[in-house]
């Protein structure tokens, strides 16, 4: 089958490179722009080291967006890491990655922003607090589910308005924070008591590695996307570029406006550079407030997109509940999958603290992208293997990507080590059942065909 070419009932290929761009960078830049300036600060200890970890940070990314383009390019279709993890015939981990992505990760998500949304609008209207909070994100998570229920192209149009709306002011404070910031303060001594050279490096970049994941939403939609042989190598490349540019721009002007001590005290840094720009002044906590509703609602309106197509994608190959499978007659969408993911979503809202427990998860999820890049070894060894868009120097670039995955791995792992062993035990003890029971219907289904 063509890349144009679609049977009926299948999701057809509407997304250009614009909307594709759009999902990477949109589910990329999320809340934790807020947060993650003070943390690099305090992890690398002076603005040289901070600024040099957020841009080295970014480089060692590229490898993985390169072979997630690579990837993309030789299995065309919906479903991501699921998909690349079953072509290498690993079907157990394959149906393990969708299996806590379903019940830990993905409508833990969209439950998580919506709440965070509503929060940053009682910013605005104090008396919104408690239950009716949770009633505005049960609105956001239904108004976004509807969206895109309704039309593919719609909800796309729509993403490249938020993610270009939400990374706008960002540039804008990088460009007139140049008229405001003290050079000097770059070249500031490190924080008494801070790391220094190689060991400040390797802290900050560690610091940094979260703020560059989150381009492989659009990689879930690969199906989806026109000639993605063309397409994904640009999205991926493209999305890191601009993320490395803004983040790379933000460290360097907030510590030219704020002295790297305070900076890295601060749980609000982005509203402290704002404050530090006479012309906006007091209204910083106003305009940050804004710029988080902006930003997570870009983040909320790409996940709430793309997450189904990974349910939906395992129930067209057996592995999960076929309804998940679904495609609506007249809009062309995953309906079925975006409703479930909606309900579980909304329960997750009134269900105090679940996500806080869901999240020990992580380090699963970590030990799974680590397995996908290691399937780059299985893939080029077949003799069927042939992507549209090959991946340069493949055998150091998978090399980096692990490595760089590792250091994520670690940082969270010691986080919480007692809690993600446990959660990796109950992910097997309910996931593997679950995936024998599939495979047994499947070949219940296939002796029932002959």
């Known amino acids: 089958m063509s890349n144009t070419e679609k049977k009926q009932g299948e999701l057809k290929r509407k997304l250009g490179v614009g909307a594709a761009l759009a999902i990477a960078v949109g589910t990329t830049v999320g809340s934790g722009i807020f947060t993650s300036l003070a943390e690099v600060a305090g992890a690398s200890g002076s603005a040289a080291m901070m600024i040099a970890s957020f841009i080295i940070g970014g480089l060692i990314m590229i490898p993985q967006n390169m072979l997630y383009a690579e990837l993309s390019s030789a299995y065309p279709e919906d479903g991501g890491q699921f998909t690349w993890l079953k072509e290498a015939n690993w079907r157990p981990i394959a149906f393990l990655n969708g299996w806590l992505a379903f019940w830990a990760t993905d409508p833990c998500t969209c439950s998580v922003m919506s709440l965070s949304i509503a929060s940053y609008v009682a910013f605005f209207i104090p008396s919104l607090q408690g239950f009716p909070i949770k009633i505005m994100a049960v609105c956001i998570i239904l108004a976004f589910t509807y969206l895109h229920y309704r039309s593919v192209e719609a909800g796309a149009k729509f993403q490249e308005l938020i993610t270009s709306l939400k990374m706008l002011p960002f540039f804008l404070l990088i460009i007139v924070g140049l008229f405001f910031m003290n050079g000097s303060q770059l070249a500031e001594p490190a924080i008494v008591g801070a790391p220094v050279g190689i060991a400040a490096l390797l802290a900050g970049v560690s610091a940094t590695t979260w703020s560059y994941d989150g381009a492989i939403g659009a990689c879930y939609m690969t199906g989806e996307v026109k000639d993605p042989s ?16 803004l983040y790379g721009g933000l460290s ?13 005290a601060t749980d609000t840094p982005i509203a402290l550079a704002f404050s530090e ?18 930003v997570i609602t870009g983040s909320m309106s790409g996940a709430t997109m793309y997450q189904p197509r990974l349910e939906y994608a395992m129930a067209k190959d057996g592995l999960w509940y076929s309804r998940f499978a679904e495609v609506h007659p007249e809009y062309n969408t995953p309906s079925f999958a975006l409703g479930a993911q909606a309900v579980y979503a909304i ?3 009134f269900l105090s ?16 992208n680590m397995l996908v890049f290691c399937t780059m070894f299985v893939h080029r060894s077949k003799a069927s293997y042939n992507p549209g868009w090959k991946c340069p120097a493949w055998k ?13 791995l670690v940082s969270t792992f010691l986080w919480a080590p007692g809690a993600s062993l446990i959660a990796g035990v109950v992910a097997l003890v309910t996931g593997l059942p679950a995936y024998y029971y599939f ?10 065909a002959r």
């Open 230 to 245: 063309k397409t994904m190598p640009k999205v991926m490349i493209g999305c890191i570029a601009i993320v490395i540019l």
């Open 252 to 264: 360097t002007i907030a510590a030219g406006l704020i002295p790297i001590g305070e900076l890295a």
């Open 353 to 368: 603290g679940i996500n806080d427990l869901l999240g020990y998860f992580t380090v699963i999820c970590l030990v799974k």
């Open 277 to 294: 720009i006479s012309m906006i002044g007091k209204a910083a906590g106003i305009v940050t407030a804004l710029l988080a509703i902006l």
């Open 439 to 448: 495979e047994h219907k499947n070949k219940k289904k296939q002796a029932q």
């Open 347 to 349: 329960l997750l809202v």
């Open 396 to 408: 150091i670039m998978t090399i980096i990507a692990i490595f760089a995955n590792g250091i994520l």
